[in-house]
C-alpha cells in the first residue's frame, strides 16, 4: 500500500540518467512517482517488491502515464552560460573577430532592452525556446539594467523554467563603449543588491525556482573595486556567481599585463568564488587556477561550440574531468548560435576529438594531437545533466529521491527529427548515443520542471 | 506577354544563392519561372522591365505562388558522400576507433541488405529523410550487392530525389572480411557493369534523375586489377566516381606503403578520374596530388563533422578553394551522425576555425593554428549548393535559365525550429548566415527536385 494521496502522478517507460560520472543508468520500464511539491518520491524498477504494486493503484487513481515504446524519459538538460539578450544575434557575425563583433552587434543590442516591450519579447522566446530544446535549467546574463533583467527572472517563473539570472556588470570606462557602461560603481552596487532582493521576493517565487546571480562580466570590463564590492555581496547572500574566465588569449594576458595575476586568482582575491560559481570557458588554466577551483568546489561552464570560434585553443576537458573538477555545458548563446544543450554534448565530444587528433596535416601523427584527451558521449551527457546540476549546487539531474522532478520525454520514433532506433540491433549504450548524437527540439515532446509540465 | 503555357508554375518571394564562390545574391521579392520540364525558364526582379507583367499573368493563369515574408527560397542541398545503408548506425559507436567501427557495426551492417525488405525499410527511410532536411541531390554509397543497390536507384526515382547511386566494390581478402566482399573480379564485374545498364534503364529514368556511379570503396579493399576495371568502365560509359581518397594517416600509409603511390596517383593511373569524380574527404594530399585533381577537374566530397571523429586531421579546405579545387560537401552518414548537409556547411566553418586557431593550450598562440584558414560561412552554402554541383557536373544549385529547378523554402518564423530572424536588424548577409547556423529539417518547408515538389 503507497500513499496514492501523497502523489501528484508518476511516469512509467524506459530511462536513462548517469548519477555517475562515466557511467549510465538504463532503467527499462521503470516507475517514477512525483510527490506534490514536484520532487522524485521514489523510483522503482520491475524488479522491485513496491513496483507491481505501486503501479496498480497509482493506476487505478488515475495518476499513471504510460510512455509508448520509443519514447525515453531523460533529466532535463542544464545551460550554464546563455546570454539571454543575445538571442536575436544567434548565428550572426560568427565570421568577425571577437573585439568587432561585441563592440558592432553585441554591446548595440544589449543595450536595446531599456525597450521592455522588446525585452519582453526577446525573453519570453529565449525562455521557451531553450525550454522546448529540453533545457529545464538555465543559467543567464542578462544586461546592466535592473528592471529589464527583473522582467527576464519574471518570464523565467512565468514560463516555469528553473533559472539563475543576472544583472550584467561592467564598468571600466577603458574596456566598455560610454552607452553601455554602468553609471558610476554605487549606482551599480545599489542596483544590484536590489536586483537581488528582488528576485528573492517575485511574486511566486517561494520555492526558489529562479535564483540572483553576481554577474561581473569578464575582469577586462570590471574595475578592481567593483570586482571586490561584488564579491562582497556575494559572501553577504551566499549567491550564485557566474563570469568569464580566461576564455581567450587575449582576455588571459589581459589579467596578467594588468594586474600580474590569473583570472581565477582575480576572482577568488574578490571573494567572488563559491562553491556555486560558474565559470564560463576556462580554456587557459595553471595547475594553480585548478587546485583553486577544487578548493572553492566552484564550477566551470564549457561551452565547446563557442570555443571553437572565439576561445583559440580547446578547453583541456579531458584533464579536468580527471581532476574531479565540477564541470557542466552551456550553449552560449549567442557565441555560440545553437540553444540546444544535445548539441553542446555533441561539440564537447566532438572538440576534444579534434583536440586529440590535431588538425595539422603538416605535423606527423604523433606530434598533431594530445594523446588520450578524448571525453566520451557518455561523460559528455553527464556533463549536460548531473554535472551542470552540480556547479549550481542544485538537486536535479538525477532520477532519485527527494530529487526535483526535472525531465523530458525524447521521441524516437520514425518521421519525427532524425534520430532513428533500430530495436533489433540497438542496446541502451547505442540508444543514448543516438540520443545525443541526433536529438532536437522537433524529438521533446514534454518537459517537466519542478514536476510542472512546461512543454 | 510571356508564353503561360510553357510555365509549369512559378514563385515569388525572397531568395539566397550563391552563382560566385565567397559571394551571394539576395533576390528581394523575386520572380522564378519554371518549365514543363522542372527546369528554370526565367528569374526576374522586380526592377526587370518583364517583371510586372509576367508576375500578373501568370497569377491570372493560377500558376503564381507566393512566399510568405519570413520565408526564403534557397537552391537545393547536395550531399556528395553519404553511406545509405549505414543510416540505421548513424550516431552509433563513434567513441570506437574506425577499424572496429567498420568490423563490429558498419560491415555486419552493409551485408543485411541482401534482405530486401529490410533493404526497402532502410532505403526509404533515408531517402525521405534527407530530403526533408533539404538534400536535393544525394551521392550514395550503398553495399556490394547489385539487387538492393538496384532498389535505391528506384526508391530514390520513387521519392524523387536526384541520385547518384553506386554498388560498392570491394575484393581484397587481406582487408576485407570474408562475409562482406566480391566472389571473384569477375562476377564483380559483370555485376558492375549490369548495374550501370539497369539503372540507365530504370523505369521513369528517362530524364537521367538517378545515375549509376562506379563505387571503389578505397584502396585498402580493391585490388590493383578491380581498381584497373572498374577505370576501364568509367571510361566506357564516362560514369560518375565515387571513392575515399586519403581519409587518413592509416589509409594514407597504406597506399604509400603497398604501392609507393598516393591515393590520386593511384586513382588516376587506373583510369578512375574524370570531371565527375567525388573523391570523400582528401585529407592528406600532396601538392601532385591537387595539381592531378585539378587536371582532371575532378572534385572533392568535404565531409567536416566525420573528419573530426576519423580522419586524424582537418582538410586543407583554405587553400584548396583558393586554388580552385571543385569542392561540396558531403554528410558521411554514418562516419557523422546528422543528414543535413546546412549542418555540414556549419561544420565546415567550424573545423576550418579550429584549424586556424588551433587547440594545444600549451603552445603559444602563433605556433598554435595555422593563420589565415578559416572558411566563410558563405563560402560553405557555396559548397553546399553550387559548388557541390560542379563537382557532379549537374545543372543545379544556381537559380539561373536553363538550370533544373531543384529549391527549398526555409520557414524562419516563430516558433519554428531555433533560427529567428529580426527584420529590423538583420541585413541579408545576417539571415543568409543565420541559416547556415540554425537551419534544421524543422524550417524546411517544402522541397522540390526538377520542378516537381517531393516534400
Redesign the interface.
Known sequence: MIATNAIQFALQGDMFHCPIKGEFEYLSDALILIDLNGNIAATYQPFDAEYALARDELKLAGKLTELTKGQYLLPGLVDLHCHAPQ??Q??????LPLYDWLQNYTFP?ENRYTDLDFAKEVYG?VTK?LLA?GTTSAVYFASIHREPTELLAQTCLDVGQRAFVGKVNMDNAEQCPDYYREASIEKALYETELFVNNVFSLKGNDSGLVSPVITPRFVPSCTPTMLNKLGELVQKYDLHMQTHCSES?WARDYSQTQFGKTDIEIYADAGLLNNKSVLAHS??LTEKDVEMIKRYNAGIGHCP?SN??F????M?TRELLDHGVQIGLGSDIAGA????IFRAAFDA???S???E?????KLS?SD???AGS?V??IEAFWMATTGGAQVLDSKTGVFAKHYHFDAIVLETN?DV????I?PD??TPK?IL??????A???NIKRVWVQGKQVV
Do not use: Y
Not at 337 to 340: E, L
Open positions: 538571442w536575436p544567434a548565428g550572426k557575425g560568427l565570421d543590442l522566446d525556446t530544446n588569449d580554456i587557459f561550440l571553437m570560434f576561445a583559440n585553443a580547446a583541456q548560435p545553437s540553444p540546444s565530444v566532438s572538440h576529438r579534434v583536440r587528433e590535431g588538425v595539422d596535416v601523427a598533431r594531437g594530445t578524448r566520451s558521449f520514425k527529427g532524425n534520430l532513428r533500430w540491433f540497438d547505442d548515443e543516438k540520443i545525443i548524437c541526433l532536437q527540439k522537433e
